[in-house]
């Protein structure tokens, strides 16, 4: 089958919300066979970049932050959104000095993640990083989190364990752990 | 640091979208310093499952289809949202016969998925099918998508080299590879 035989078109949008994170629409689209359908989008308006910081002694850098809509405090590799302008990895790098006072003398893609893509457009790029070196922590205000160190090994059993269940930190951990271990 | 200490609580809440897949809404929040801040939250309705269903010769049924928000086809394991009342296990078994056309002798979990959690609360179950069957493909009136079977391999390569892209296909294809290379 064409990619083209699959594709949705969109025949009106109507806009529903413009919040500080994303935007929400309604869309009417043309599926593949020419009926019609209702799409209901969330426009994410930054996109993301995320960071393994791994240290030469295999430990990674992590924080602990509550995420209001689970009302609970997940455990996440670090992370923000993209300022206007700013590259993935410039954006990783300096998340990664404000939450967790280091900066990296090298960031490897890990490519990127769609979180939920039936109705988010989000885009999050992963990165490693490594050669970490001590800077000064900075966090935003109104930003509450924990930084702890941790062997990526322990990091890999509470992802398989279901512990860890923030999406990017999952597949940026799982992939790290592989790309690690090849070498 | 305690967990309490890191929490946000809920002052108010204006209900902004009432939609098909999600609502949307925008909270106002206490932080955990006193301070006020304010949260959008898009709730997701029913959650979701999916399914990693692995044949006995290290083969994986993959599913591509139209994803609105990014205007393209993505490369992803089948899934699908929770009817009411259902399990996730129940879910995923259907969506694995409703989308591939397999019914699996085995499931079992491979832990749950936060896509996106500074503001989505969707949670999505994840599973490894075994055992695999085949039943009768019966896609939903307006569903469109194709069904193909890779290696194993192939597909986590896939997700390593960051050709797919989507969340849940990425945490649960690498968690089904180190799983099952540990064996």
Redesign the interface.
Known sequence: ?N?Q????TTLSTEP??D????S?R??V?A???G?E???????HKSGGACVVPLTADGMVYIV????????D??L?IPAGKLDPGEAPEQCAARELKEECGVTAGKLT??????????????V?HMFLAEELSPAVQHLDD?E???VEKLPLETL?EQ????EV????T??AL??T???KGRK
């Open positions: 089958m990619k035989d699959l594709m949705e529903i919300f919040g500080r994170i994303f929400v309604k869309d689209v599926l593949p066979d009926q359908s209702t799409r209901e989008v969330v426009h602990r932050q509550c995420r209001y809509p689970y009302a405090v997940l996440e893609s890990l490519g990127t993640l769609y979180p939920t893509p039936a109705y988010v457009d989000e999050i109104g509450f989190l924990e890999v992802v398989l364990s279901g269940k923030d999406s990017k999952q597949a799982l992939k752990w592989i790309l």
